[in-house]
Nanobody, 124 residues
Framework: QVQLVESGGGLVQAGGSLTLSCAASGSIFRFTLIGWYRQAPGKQRELVAT???????TYADSVQGRFTISRDSAKNAVYLQMNSLKAEDTAVYYC??????????????????WGQGTQVTVSS
């Protein structure tokens, strides 16, 4: 069983920055795909960014150039640096990890474990 704990969410003004962290209970080196997703009220969970075992990253068009996903295997942690935040970035952000796929186009079924989420609220 893997436990993931997200942190770093909060209230920020539009144009501001936040860094989300996702701490894993064990080594993240074993995971082939790690992703950040978000879910706004009344909307489906959507992909934000992914990083795979080859360190290849992908981003949703809506966050490309503003968000950066990274991982620190020594700390068993994954990060999402969010800059130039917009009101539409408001959502609960979740990190997920999986050990069977490296291609993020597989979607949510690529992830075996999820964190509990952290709220990000951007005021306009």
């Amino acid at each position: 069983q893997v436990q993931l704990v997200e942190s770093g969410g909060g209230l920020v003004q539009a144009g501001g920055s936040l860094t989300l962290s996702c701490a894993a209970s064990g080594s993240i080196f074993r995971f082939t795909l790690i992703g950040w997703y978000r879910q706004a009220p009344g909307k489906q969970r959507e992909l934000v960014a992914t990083i795979n075992s080859g360190d290849r990253t992908t981003y949703a068009d809506s966050v490309q150039g503003r968000f950066t996903i990274s991982r620190d295997s020594a700390k068993n942690a994954v990060y999402l640096q969010m800059n130039s935040l917009k009101a539409e970035d408001t959502a609960v952000y979740y990190c997920g990890v999986g050990s069977h796929y490296t291609n993020p186009t597989v979607g949510v079924r690529a992830y075996d474990y999820w964190g509990q989420g952290t709220q990000v609220t951007v005021s306009s």
